[in-house]
């Protein structure tokens, strides 16, 4: 690069600071640990998928009762047995051992029906978190709205739009709520 591209990208970069620091940027913040503690279906998901968690915990409670029935049995019975007969049993308790396994990856796993549940729980509360911070940034004409429970430091709190944000989510729950009246 020679020197009068370097000058030219030099006073280029001077010009874009200064116009941007003398246009009126509005900057607010919403505290999304705040909604997440207040908003009633942050609650209702959680609660929800506890207990069926819960649900499933029962039943992999219940699968190793069963097995651990099975060994005692196996193991009570195993010098008095055949030799057919205590590869029978081994084999059901490998089999019901894969089972508990299978179990636990498709309800808990990565993969899982618990895992998938949370996930679309999250993505359709998560929606309307963002249509409603689109709505109170448009309507308050910010530029920018930014996660204060992620990073601020600190936020003066004129610019806390968090109130805002909760109320227009309450405004959506209130139809649906009177619907199911």
Known sequence: MNQS??????VLGFVLISAFASAQVKIGFVQSDRIRAEYEEFKDAESQLQSEYQKVQQEYRIMLTHLDSLNQA??????????EWRREKEQELKDTERTIQVFQAQKIG????LYSRQAQLEFDILTKVKRA???????????YIIDGSVALLYGNPTHDLTDAVLF??????LPESSDSK
Do not use: C, I, N, W
């Not at 591209?5 to 030099?10: G, R």
């Not at 196996?74 to 030799?83: D, G, T, V, W």
């Not at 911070?133 to 530029?143: G, S």
């Open 74 to 83: 196996f193991e009570a019975q195993r010098l008095m047995s055949s030799p």
């Open 133 to 143: 911070v689109d709505k109170v940034a448009a309507t308050k004409e910010f530029d």
């Open 110 to 113: 990565p993969q899982g029906e």
């Open 5 to 10: 591209t370097k000058q030219t990208l030099l």
């Open 168 to 173: 227009e989510l309450r405004k959506y729950s």
